[in-house]
Each structure stands twice: as structure tokens, then as C-alpha cells.
T-cell receptor, first 110, second 111 residues
Framework: KQEVTQIPAALSVPEGENLVLNCSFTDSAIYNLQWFRQDPGKGLTSLLLIQSSQREQTSGRLNASLDKSSGRSTLYIAASQPGDSATYLC?????????FGAGTRLTVKP | NAGVTQTPKFRILKIGQSMTLQCTQDMNHNYMYWYRQDPGMGLKLIYYSVGAGITDKGEVPNGYNVSRSTTEDFPLRLELAAPSQTSVYFCASCPMGGTQYFGPGTRLLVL
């Protein structure tokens, strides 16, 4: 069964700190992996998309890596800001399925 | 471009009633998806479509039906609403292998 797990479930850090969010998946036969941000009561905003042939993607202060063989992806956020507070979800596209992790709820304290 | 639009934004249904959640995208994407999100949880795939006339089940299809007669529209039908279908429903679209774009969601309460 294809599953996606995110650790930790919640994270609280002081402003300015660098942090890493983790996503693991049980099947290495993936098409791509996408990181999203979700603010309370809102929809999902795409942050980064990594194709199965890629190792990492960067956008501003965000860097996502992918290691298919170990079934892991990380989202690195540099110099965190209070505006980064949100829930971060990873989604893995398998050949005939799409699975989401339960998310990591991030709080960045001023 | 409006992106992905969903209607209604919020709906209360009585047990046993039926309704259709509408989803439209104007980006000419082939792939469209319906998800549900329960409180504190990630999204679960209900149905998806890889093009007009083609639909397939996701992880949690029971109690739902879909159709895809055009590239733009992908409605989700609930035939006999049950309290377990209380959730937030998201529609998404993407080009093949590309980024998924999400609608704002429909909040459904079944009483």
C-alpha cells in the first residue's frame, strides 16, 4: 500500500531559524513529488515540484530535495519568518494514485 | 485566467439528500482531481480524470460519482449524503507531469 508520512506533525521555531520538514513514502516508483502550503481555512498553494528524475528544486528561501531510493524528501526553509507559519503538505504522485501526507503545522514566533 | 473555480463554497445537506459539487478550470489542463480533507488530516483522492471522457477511482470513491464531458468541467456527485461525507472538498487540475493547481474548496456539512 502506498503511504506518505510527514514528520514532525507540528513544529515551533523562533524567527530567523533554518528548519527542515520531512516527507517519506513507501514506494519508490513515483512520477513526482510536490510540496504545498495551506493556510487555515484556505486552499493549497504549490511551493515546489520535483520530478522523479530530479534531486532538488529551489525557490527563494525554499529548497526541496528528493531521494527516491530511500523514499524521502525534505523541505528546507531558510531564515524563517512569521509569515511562513502554515501547514506544509507533501504530495506524491504514483503511477495510478496521488497520496498526501497529513502535513506539518509550522509556527514561526516573532 | 480564473484558474480552478469551485461552487458552492459552503453547503449544508440533510442525510439522504443529493448534490453536485462543481469544478471548472480554464487552463486547458488534461488532468483533474477531486479530494476530500477531514479536520487535521491530509487530502485523500476521491476520483481523478486524465482527459475528457476518462475517469478513475482514487483511494476513497465510495458514495461519490464523477463525469468529465469537457476538458474544463469535472463535477462531483454525492447521491445519498451521509454524515461521514462531512468534509472540505478540493478540486485540482494540472498538465501532464506538472504542478497541481487547487480550487478554494467546498465546505460540506451533512446533518
Amino acid at each position: 500500500k502506498q503511504e506518505v508520512t510527514q514528520i514532525p506533525a507540528a513544529l515551533s521555531v523562533p524567527e530567523g531559524e533554518n528548519l527542515v520538514l520531512n516527507c517519506s513514502f513507501t514506494d519508490s516508483a513515483i512520477y513526482n513529488l510536490q510540496w504545498f502550503r495551506q493556510d487555515p481555512g484556505k486552499g493549497l498553494t504549490s511551493l515546489l515540484l520535483i520530478q522523479s528524475s530530479q534531486r532538488e528544486q529551489t525557490s527563494g528561501r525554499l529548497n526541496a530535495s528528493l531521494d527516491k531510493s530511500s523514499g524521502r524528501s525534505t523541505l528546507y526553509i531558510a531564515a524563517s519568518q512569521p509569515g511562513d507559519s502554515a501547514t506544509y503538505l507533501c504530495a506524491v504522485r504514483f503511477p495510478n494514485d496521488m497520496r498526501f501526507g497529513a502535513g506539518t503545522r509550522l509556527t514561526v514566533k516573532p | 485566467n480564473a484558474g480552478v473555480t469551485q461552487t458552492p463554497k459552503f453547503r449544508i445537506l440533510k442525510i439522504g439528500q443529493s448534490m453536485t459539487l462543481q469544478c471548472t478550470q480554464d487552463m486547458n489542463h488534461n488532468y483533474m482531481y477531486w479530494y476530500r480533507q477531514d479536520p487535521g488530516m491530509g487530502l485523500k483522492l476521491i476520483y481523478y480524470s486524465v482527459g475528457a471522457g476518462i475517469t478513475d477511482k482514487g483511494e476513497v470513491p465510495n458514495g461519490y460519482n464523477v463525469s468529465r464531458s469537457t476538458t474544463e468541467d469535472f463535477p462531483l456527485r454525492l447521491e445519498l449524503a451521509a454524515p461521514s461525507q462531512t468534509s472540505v472538498y478540493f478540486c485540482a487540475s494540472c498538465p501532464m507531469g506538472g504542478t497541481q493547481y487547487f480550487g478554494p474548496g467546498t465546505r460540506l456539512l451533512v446533518l
